[in-house]
């Protein structure tokens, strides 16, 4: 049964092609059925609470591998495929699709571009719009449509691709993807670093930016976050640890952990471990679910993300927000692309009421955006969504968005009320 | 065009800013696709956001169409004035408001001549990535509303790779500012559908930038084949074999002649029927493997000569010829017409054999100088417009090369566009159902389709035929 934000679909229905699918929307637009799209279910608390939610659809039959092809750098997938399904197939050959967001064992490539989901290696791979090139969709009335193709370089039309990715299923239900795909690394090496705080930790981070280092991710997590990877930091205690990726051939990799050792601030970003490459592979798996990694305690997940300048001082504040309510905070950094994750724990019995909640969070929203930045409220309790906007962009662009979903779907049948400005 | 119309327009832009005389509007009757020509009404040189945002509104007012332009280098006829009215040139607005190297961010102004931008940055050490071949000319704005390419998007991506946030002025004359400078802005992708919409959604008026690390270390390598397919095989095996040069370019034996004939001539070996160009960047320590994994693959497809540029000079010389090319080509005849096709790598080399067989056929010379790395294909037809239905000829013969490219899974255009050169070909590729999904797009941008109208979209779905 799928719950979200506390509640059930009345229906759902689990359609094994392209065309079932079309025909489920047809059928459901016809008789004004509001519609919810359900990958591996890994992001079902993404968004503001439906409106209305009577027909979950879901993807995960729609799977498989339809074409890939190494000479072509391309990948083409069902959308209820997995991510760890599709890094299967291109193995041999020693290409892969650079995303690592939380759970690619259970996330589907639908729910992957719809949420716009990411993880570290973005900051050398970019997100899911730098590699999306081609796709197929059927729109709220069951019409399926395509854009782009299997082309790397493509400007016949409008980019399509870009608008879909990260709609959160509110345009339309995304039924296959073409991926441009990236040759493995050779090698990889993972440095961690220690460091007194965030600021001394985003520093030297600054520093390695302005090196030649070209790393594949670099992370600043506090201690609380990394006490369930205690076994890759060695025996040393800091507030802050830096884990920095290198994939290269083996002797670039080489070279870039003996640059970075002769660079590495000391006292203020010392060396404390370094990773072989099978240990990088289990450690960046690890790395990249962590902010979703299942708990039975109560739990919040904020994003915020801003500039550099401001980054240091949000980071603090999401810590501080964190003591306030009496949470463990754990605080995940993408020190390279300041996107910054705050996941708050609470003991049982020590959560907070929704107006505590809304109060802090509300703070933490006006400091992201006077820095210029956002804060996405990406999982919290059911009753704690209600008077509070997840997403909490109100920019003037928000009329053109507004205008675009009502002209896909211009009964609101799909994912009602979860996007942002109550698409 | 109405007297009271130009009347109001001068008083927005100042009597200096606005031509009205029929030989100072001549030189905007096309872009760099020549085929295609109008006389536009009015040319407004404007410098101001607030200036284009009335006279949009003075446009909507008359119901007269308007077509914004930068440069003018585009080669699908994007600044056409297809229906007459209003060309709004931006190529005045050529600051460069900041440059952020902490965030890796540039901010500027539309008029700013991509190579500027890389000019600007690289004593910092950042470049812009995205090179079209007009970069010495080709303004921000143009770069973005085609979503231009270039050589070095194959490892780098599109221009749209590099667009963090827009501040644009809509088709309706308001203002709007399209993303943020901080990641991942919530919503929809606007600016990722508003790069590449050929000015159909309005006009940028200032774009945050990505900038990129310049690379530590680069090699470019010069191979030459006896046969042009082995080139093209070597180019899928690279890729097949998880290589990602920065570069990977071809010209065929015409190409190379013509260069080599000009001023610009790079030393390329007259007697090769193609050369690859393929160049590496990133780390020193990782080129020499990547470069003897290419000299290998290269070797294994009959490659008969490899040359390595040995400095700074013989590099920028390469380069130069292969940037020049199309302009050398220029030599070679009275009229060209430069094809922009894209296919999967995987085919590159039954489709390059088949387009070479098409103008063959039909008796038509052909040169090639193309981003072998993407699939992306440039062949350029020589002709003499001149010649009594010569023009129609070379258009069909083009036609022809592009289905062959779509049969084999391709597009209509990887960076030209499709502008008024090839809207009429759309349903070649895509369904009107297809077509549908992009039109809601315009209708929420262009409502009215008096911003550039007649473009991207066959006629029937334009409401100005």
């Avoid at chain 1, 999401?318 to 390279?336: F, K, N, P, V």
């Avoid at chain 2, 004939?261 to 029927?273: E, F, K």
Wanted: net charge neutral; charged share 20%.
């Amino acid at each position: 049964m799928i719950d979200i934000d506390g509640r059930s679909p009345d229906r759902e229905v689990t359609p094994a092609t392209p065309q079932e699918l079309s025909q489920v929307m047809r059928d459901a637009s016809d008789s004004g059925t509001t519609m919810i799209p359900v990958g591996g279910g890994t992001k079902l608390l993404l968004g503001n609470s439906a409106r209305s939610a009577q027909l979950a659809i879901r993807t995960r039959n729609l799977k498989g591998i339809v074409e890939y092809e190494p000479a072509n750098m391309t990948a083409s997938a069902l959308a209820g495929t997995t991510l760890h399904q599709l890094q299967d197939i291109p193995k041999n050959s020693n290409q892969f699709l650079p995303l690592d967001p939380p759970h690619a064992s259970q996330a589907t490539l639908g729910g992957i571009v719809a949420c716009n989901s990411s993880g570290p290696i973005r900051f050398r791979y970019g997100t899911v719009r730098d590699m999306l090139i081609g796709v197929r969709i059927v729109h709220a009335d069951g019409t399926p449509t395509k854009a782009g193709g299997k082309l790397v370089k493509n400007v016949t039309g409008y980019d399509m691709c870009k608008l879909y990715t990260g709609s959160l299923g509110t345009l339309g239900i995304l039924s296959e993807f073409t991926f441009k795909v990236q040759p493995r690394s050779d090698t990889l090496a993972t440095a961690i670093l220690s460091c007194a705080s965030v600021v001394q930790a985003l520093e030297a981070t600054q520093l390695f930016l302005k090196s030649d280092l070209l790393p594949d991710a670099i992370e600043a997590w506090n201690r609380e976050a990394l006490l369930p990877l205690s076994e890759f930091t060695g025996p040393a205690g800091a507030p802050w640890f830096l884990m920095i990726r290198f994939g290269e051939v083996e002797a670039a990799v080489r070279w870039q952990l003996e640059r970075l050792k002769q660079i590495a601030p000391q006292g203020a970003g010392d060396i404390v471990n370094i990773l072989s490459a099978e240990e990088s592979e289990q450690l960046w798996e690890k790395v990249a679910s962590a902010r979703e990694a299942p708990v039975s305690r109560e739990e919040a997940l904020v994003k915020c993300s801003v500039l550099y300048r401001s980054a240091p001082e949000t980071a603090g504040q999401m810590q501080e927000i964190g003591a306030s309510l009496g949470a463990h905070t754990r605080l995940y950094c993408h020190a390279g692309t300041y996107v910054l994750y705050a996941r708050y724990l609470w003991e049982n019995g020590d959560g907070r009421n929704a107006k505590e909640l809304h109060a802090a969070l509300g703070a933490l929203r006006r400091h992201c955006q006077a820095a210029g930045g956002h804060m996405v409220v990406e999982k919290i309790r059911p009753d704690v969504k209600n008077g509070l906007d997840v997403w909490g962009y109100d920019a003037p662009a928000l009329e053109i968005m507004r205008r675009i979903k009502r002209e896909f779907d211009p009964k609101g049948l799909l994912n009602p009320g979860r996007f942002v400005g109550g698409i | 065009m109405n007297a009271r119309l130009i009347e109001e327009l001068r008083a927005v832009a100042g009597e200096a800013n606005v031509l009205a005389e029929p030989e100072q509007r001549l030189a905007y009757e096309c872009d760099s696709f020549a085929f295609h020509r109008h006389t536009p009404d009015v040319v407004l040189l404007l410098s101001e956001r607030e200036e284009i945002c009335r006279v949009i509104q003075i446009a909507r007012k008359h119901g007269v169409p308007f077509v914004p332009r930068g440069s003018g280098t585009g080669l699908s006829g994007g600044a056409l004035p297809r229906h007459g009215g209003i060309v709004i040139v931006l190529s005045r607005m050529k600051s460069i408001r900041q440059i952020d190297f902490e965030n890796r961010q540039a901010v500027v102004e539309p008029g700013v001549i991509n190579l500027e931008l890389s000019r600007a940055t690289s004593p910092g050490g950042y470049y812009f990535a995205p090179d079209p071949s007009s970069q010495m000319v080709s303004s921000i704005g143009g770069n973005l509303a085609e979503n231009a390419g270039g050589p070095h998007c194959f490892k780098y991506g599109m221009t749209s790779n590099h667009v963090i946030s827009l501040e644009v002025v809509l088709p309706t004359g308001q203002p709007l500012q399209l993303g943020s400078r901080a990641p991942d802005c919530p919503g929809y992708d606007l600016v990722g559908i508003f790069v590449g919409s050929e000015g159909t959604f309005g006009l940028a008026t200032e774009a945050v930038l990505k900038l990129t690390r310049l690379p530590q270390a680069v090699k470019t390598l010069l191979a030459a084949f006896a046969k042009l397919k082995d080139a093209c095989d070597a180019v899928s095996s690279v890729i097949a074999g998880g290589i990602i040069p920065a570069a990977l370019e071809m010209m065929d034996r015409r190409t190379i002649l013509s260069v080599e004939a000009s001023v610009n001539r790079a030393g390329l070996p007259t007697d090769a029927d193609a050369v690859l160009i393929i160049e590496l960047d990133g780390l020193a320590a990782a080129l020499d493997a990547q470069t003897s994994r290419i000299v290998e693959i290269c070797r294994r497809h009959q490659c008969r000569e490899l040359r390595l540029a040995k400095n700074e000079e013989e590099r920028s010389a390469i380069w130069k010829g292969r940037k020049q090319a199309f302009g050398a080509a220029g030599r070679m005849t009275h009229d060209l017409y430069l094809q922009d096709a894209v296919v999967p790598r995987n085919r590159l080399s039954e489709v390059v054999v088949r387009i070479y067989e098409i103008a063959d056929r039909a008796g038509i010379a052909l040169a090639s100088v193309f981003h072998a790395g993407d699939g992306n294909l440039h062949p350029v037809l020589l002709f003499d417009r001149k010649k009594e239905g010569e023009e129609q000829r070379v258009l069909e013969v083009a036609q022809e090369m592009l289905q062959v490219c779509i049969n084999a899974g391709g597009t209509l255009s990887g960076e030209h566009g499709i502008g008024s050169e090839k809207n009429e070909y759309m349903n070649m590729l895509f369904s009107d159902a297809d077509l549908e999904a992009m039109k809601k797009v315009r209708a929420v941008f262009n409502p009215e389709d008096l911003c550039n109208p007649g473009k991207i979209f066959p006629s029937r779905h334009c409401r100005f035929f």
